[in-house]
């Protein structure tokens, strides 16, 4: 009788526990299946917000000579053989550049077509000429920046063929107010075909021995305009979604680089390039975003 007792005392607890891990267990799987449907609610949400992208705003990028730098790779050898210029790779050369953003209604772009001593490039061995803009054109007026408005990064040359660019990779801020600490995060990497030496290695009379050289009739050619993802962002940009468009519509005088013969080059640094590098940045997100001051 007393083992019977005991038997069924020990079966008593044995159903009571069971009973308890059967509860705690059926607790979890319903703490488990509202987390996922929270989860799933939270996706749907997300998956809504990045559809409906409906904030877009242009804004304009103004880059001064000594904030924007072209860094080029050390070669197989630190000269390249006769100098060159033909002969550089620019495989891994970046760009690195930081300037002020504003309201593209403040800009004014107008033609500059040889209408100051900058625009001339008679002889760049004697004087300190330097040709025609880019695009022949360059901002009338430069409002004050305001320094939590601004525009920084770096393109690397992830693809070339020699002096010719192929494609990029490319990391910026577009910081938009709240003292420089609301930015978005983009990146930018694509086909991206652009020579920067071009008018200097194809145009044998740019530069040469002669007084006749007809470098200020020469252009540079404005790089392509290229796509950029937003993958996020600081302050109010936290957790932004979207694309950009950047294209650039001014820039630079000619490469200061000296050519000779079509057979050897050297770059003058004697001689720097002048004029502003003028983009403009098309958003779409789905963050708000401000109008530049």
Same mark, same amino acid.
């Given at each position: 009788m007393k083992?019977?007792?005991a038997a069924i005392? #020990? !079966? $008593?607890?044995? *159903?009571?526990? =069971?009973?308890?891990d059967s509860?705690?267990g059926n607790?979890?799987?319903?703490?488990?299946?509202?987390k996922?449907?929270?989860?799933?609610?939270?996706?749907?949400?997300q998956a809504?917000n990045?559809?409906?992208?409906?904030?877009s705003?242009g804004?304009?990028?103004?880059?001064?000579q000594q904030?924007?730098?072209f860094?080029?790779?050390?070669q197989?050898?630190?000269v390249?053989?006769?100098?060159r210029?033909?002969?550089?790779n #620019? !495989? $891994?050369?970046? *760009?690195?550049? =930081?300037?002020?953003?504003?309201d593209?209604?403040?800009v004014q772009?107008?033609?500059?077509?040889?209408t100051s001593a900058?625009?001339?490039?008679d002889?760049?061995?004697?004087?300190?000429?330097?040709?025609?803009f880019?695009?022949?054109?360059?901002p009338?007026?430069?409002p004050?920046?305001?320094p939590g408005?601004?525009?920084?990064g770096e393109c690397?040359?992830t693809?070339?063929?020699?002096?010719?660019?192929?494609?990029?990779s490319c990391?910026f801020n577009?910081?938009?107010g709240g003292g420089g600490?609301?930015?978005?995060a983009?990146?930018?990497g694509?086909?991206?075909v652009?020579?920067?030496f071009?008018?200097?290695l194809?145009?044998?009379?740019?530069?040469?021995?002669?007084?006749?050289?007809?470098?200020?009739?020469?252009v540079?050619?404005l790089?392509p305009s290229?796509?950029g993802t937003?993958?996020g962002?600081?302050?109010?940009?936290?957790?932004?979604?979207?694309?950009v468009?950047?294209t650039?519509?001014t820039?630079?005088?000619?490469?200061?680089?000296?050519?000779?013969?079509?057979?050897?080059?050297v770059i003058?640094?004697?001689?720097?390039?002048a004029?502003y590098?003028?983009?403009?940045?098309n958003?779409?997100t789905n963050?708000?975003l401000?109008?530049?001051?």
């Amino acid at each position: 009788m007393k083992f019977t007792a005991a038997a069924i005392t #020990l !079966l $008593g607890l044995t *159903t009571f526990y =069971s009973t308890i891990d059967s509860v705690e267990g059926n607790e979890l799987k319903l703490r488990a299946r509202e987390k996922m449907r929270k989860d799933k609610a939270e996706r749907q949400l997300q998956a809504n917000n990045d559809a409906g992208l409906v904030f877009s705003r242009g804004y304009i990028c103004i880059t001064r000579q000594q904030d924007f730098a072209f860094v080029i790779p050390q070669q197989k050898s630190i000269v390249p053989e006769e100098d060159r210029l033909d002969q550089l790779n #620019l !495989l $891994g050369s970046s *760009t690195i550049q =930081s300037g002020g953003i504003y309201d593209p209604a403040d800009v004014q772009i107008v033609d500059r077509l040889g209408t100051s001593a900058a625009d001339n490039f008679d002889d760049i061995r004697n004087k300190q000429e330097r040709g025609q803009f880019a695009g022949q054109r360059q901002p009338k007026f430069i409002p004050q920046k305001d320094p939590g408005f601004f525009f920084n990064g770096e393109c690397v040359t992830t693809q070339a063929a020699g002096q010719q660019i192929l494609g990029h990779s490319c990391t910026f801020n577009l910081c938009l107010g709240g003292g420089g600490y609301n930015c978005l995060a983009i990146y930018a990497g694509s086909k991206f075909v652009f020579n920067p030496f071009e008018q200097v290695l194809f145009s044998s009379t740019t530069f040469n021995d002669d007084d006749n050289g007809n470098a200020g009739a020469v252009v540079p050619s404005l790089p392509p305009s290229y796509p950029g993802t937003i993958f996020g962002g600081t302050g109010l940009f936290v957790g932004a979604v979207g694309y950009v468009d950047i294209t650039t519509i001014t820039g630079s005088t000619l490469t200061p680089a000296d050519i000779f013969d079509d057979d050897d080059g050297v770059i003058e640094a004697v001689f720097p390039q002048a004029g502003y590098i003028t983009q403009k940045i098309n958003v779409v997100t789905n963050v708000p975003l401000p109008v530049a001051p």
